[in-house]
């Protein structure tokens, strides 16, 4: 099946450095959605977008729908250790999901 | 308020044989979407339950099947087992079609020999 292409694969950061990460596809989306997961748990929803070129922030955590539709970025700043997880972008059009490959983040303190 | 829970944890089965995983929606939830997740990579969605019925499915052969009962709990049931099953099964249920509502569970982890 259809994955997303996630970048990078994985980071390893200081402390209060903020995080970078993006998501590109062939296929146009109507939604974008960024998830954090982590060992032994399913998914947890950060943030929903709904339009081409929203900017939607959740705290230290701030996301893009790229203007193409086919796009989308996750900017973490000022990382904490509870940042460490792997983060998943997933993107949603008729009754379709689907997941990039993910991005783990390592927080070292 | 109850969250999304499925069973069992952990399961090891053999190639060939036929398995049945559960899982139960949270409370007020209509929708199961079930997802396979291997190692190492993102969930892929398998099929989406919406009040009793197929609201969709992803790119996953017929052996891989599902029902959502009235109570809108559902199972998955995986057919002529092979290796590449062995993954993480996630659950994830919701109060509509809405994509942003989606809630996990802890997922089942299939091992096939």
């Known amino acids: 099946g259809q994955q997303l292409n996630q970048s990078p694969q994985s980071m390893f950061i200081q402390e209060g450095e903020d995080v970078s990460m993006n998501c590109t596809s062939s296929s146009i989306f109507n939604t974008w959605l960024w998830y954090k997961q982590d060992p032994g748990e399913g998914p947890v929803l950060l943030i929903a977008l709904y339009k081409a070129g929203e900017l939607t922030s959740n705290g230290r955590l701030t996301a893009q729908f790229g203007i193409t539709r086919k796009d989308s970025f996750l900017n973490i700043s000022a990382s904490i250790p509870s940042d460490v997880g792997i983060y998943f972008c997933?993107?949603?059009?008729?009754?379709?999901?689907?997941f990039g490959t993910g991005t783990s983040l390592t927080v070292i303190p | 308020e109850t969250g999304v829970t499925q069973s069992p944890t952990h399961l090891i089965k053999t190639r060939g044989q036929q398995v049945t995983l559960r899982c139960s929606s949270q409370?007020?939830?209509?929708?199961v979407s079930w997802y396979q997740q291997a190692l190492g990579q993102g969930p892929q969605f398998i099929f989406q339950?919406?009040?009793?019925?197929?609201?969709g499915r992803g790119n996953f052969p017929p052996r891989f099947s599902g029902l959502q009962f009235p109570n809108y709990s559902s199972e998955l049931n995986v057919n002529a087992l092979e290796l590449d099953d062995s993954a993480l099964y996630l659950c994830?249920?919701?109060?509509?079609?809405?994509?942003?509502?989606?809630?996990f569970g802890p997922g089942t982890r299939l091992t096939v020999l």
């Open positions: 997933a993107g949603h059009t008729g009754n379709q999901f689907y």
């Open positions: 339950y919406y009040r009793e019925e197929e609201n």
């Open positions: 409370s007020g939830h209509n929708t």
């Open positions: 994830a249920s919701s109060a509509g079609l809405a994509p942003d509502e989606q809630f």
